[in-house]
């Protein structure tokens, strides 16, 4: 079987050792993985392991009725992180406070977190204390949607969790580097193995459950007592954290897991 992996053209260099292991990853279970860019004409074949941030890519590529890995819907709510904190909220988990920002006028208290709803990997997010930090902030994003989230003192400390269907693949603790507020690994905080307790468990079950997706990852601001509180949905997400944490390759049990499904679905036919 022939598949696509579809990437952003500027990401494929960056991530192209984990494209290689995926492609060495899926030649042991006789599958031919091809890597291409998101703006390229994409070509028919047997699946797709859409690695993009495009919903509208992803929604015409399903369209096509082949089997997408993740779902058109992961991208669309993943990409947009007032989607993923409505949809955590209506399971009934415990999520940051947040709301959308129309004008400056909409901020009460300060400091506050301001994103944008599509930023992703640490950028379009800041830590604003003052009203004239808010206003530069909406002047430079004034033609995206605005969130603010309550700020939430965890020593810029998080928990990633990276799921494959309903099975947890593994998680990490990330921490922030010295004087930011942001988790993100690549930015230069630290990251180590992490055990979710039981709840835990449940509560990102419920959440890939929900979504129907197949690889995503998923963050929790990690509070000082212990307890977290959902922040976002990552698709694509990264895996460099997990394997710093554990050294195994995650691209091993990703084509395992493609394989399986797309094994299921010819015997279902």
Known sequence: MKGLLIYELKEIERNRSFIDRLISAAKTHGLELSVI??????????????????????????????????????????????????LVQLLGIAAVPT???????????????????????G??????????DAT???????????????????NATDVRVFMLGEEVVGAVKRIGAENSFKSNFTLGGTVEKYLLNEQQVADVQKIA?????????IDFLLLPDGNWLFNEIEDPVGARSYFATTGQDIAIPIMNY?????????CAD
């Open 258 to 266: 493609i394989n399986k499904k797309l094994t299921e679905k010819e």
């Open 123 to 132: 950028t379009q997010v800041e830590l604003v204390q003052t009203k004239e």
């Open 136 to 154: 530069v902030f909406l002047e430079q994003h004034e033609s995206q949607t605005i969130i603010a989230q309550t700020y939430i003192e965890t």
């Open 209 to 217: 459950k929900a979504l129907k997706s197949d690889y995503i990852g």
């Open 99 to 121: 709301k959308t920002i129309q004008s400056i006028t909409d901020i009460s208290e300060y400091p506050i977190v301001l994103k944008t709803v599509d930023g992703y990997g």
């Open 37 to 86: 860019n998101d703006h390229s004409s994409i070509p028919e074949a047997d699946f797709i392991f859409f690695r993009a941030r495009n919903p509208r890519l992803s929604k015409q590529l399903e369209q096509r009725g082949i089997p997408m890995f993740n779902r058109a819907e992961v991208n669309v709510i993943a990409n947009d992180k007032l989607k993923a904190i409505q």
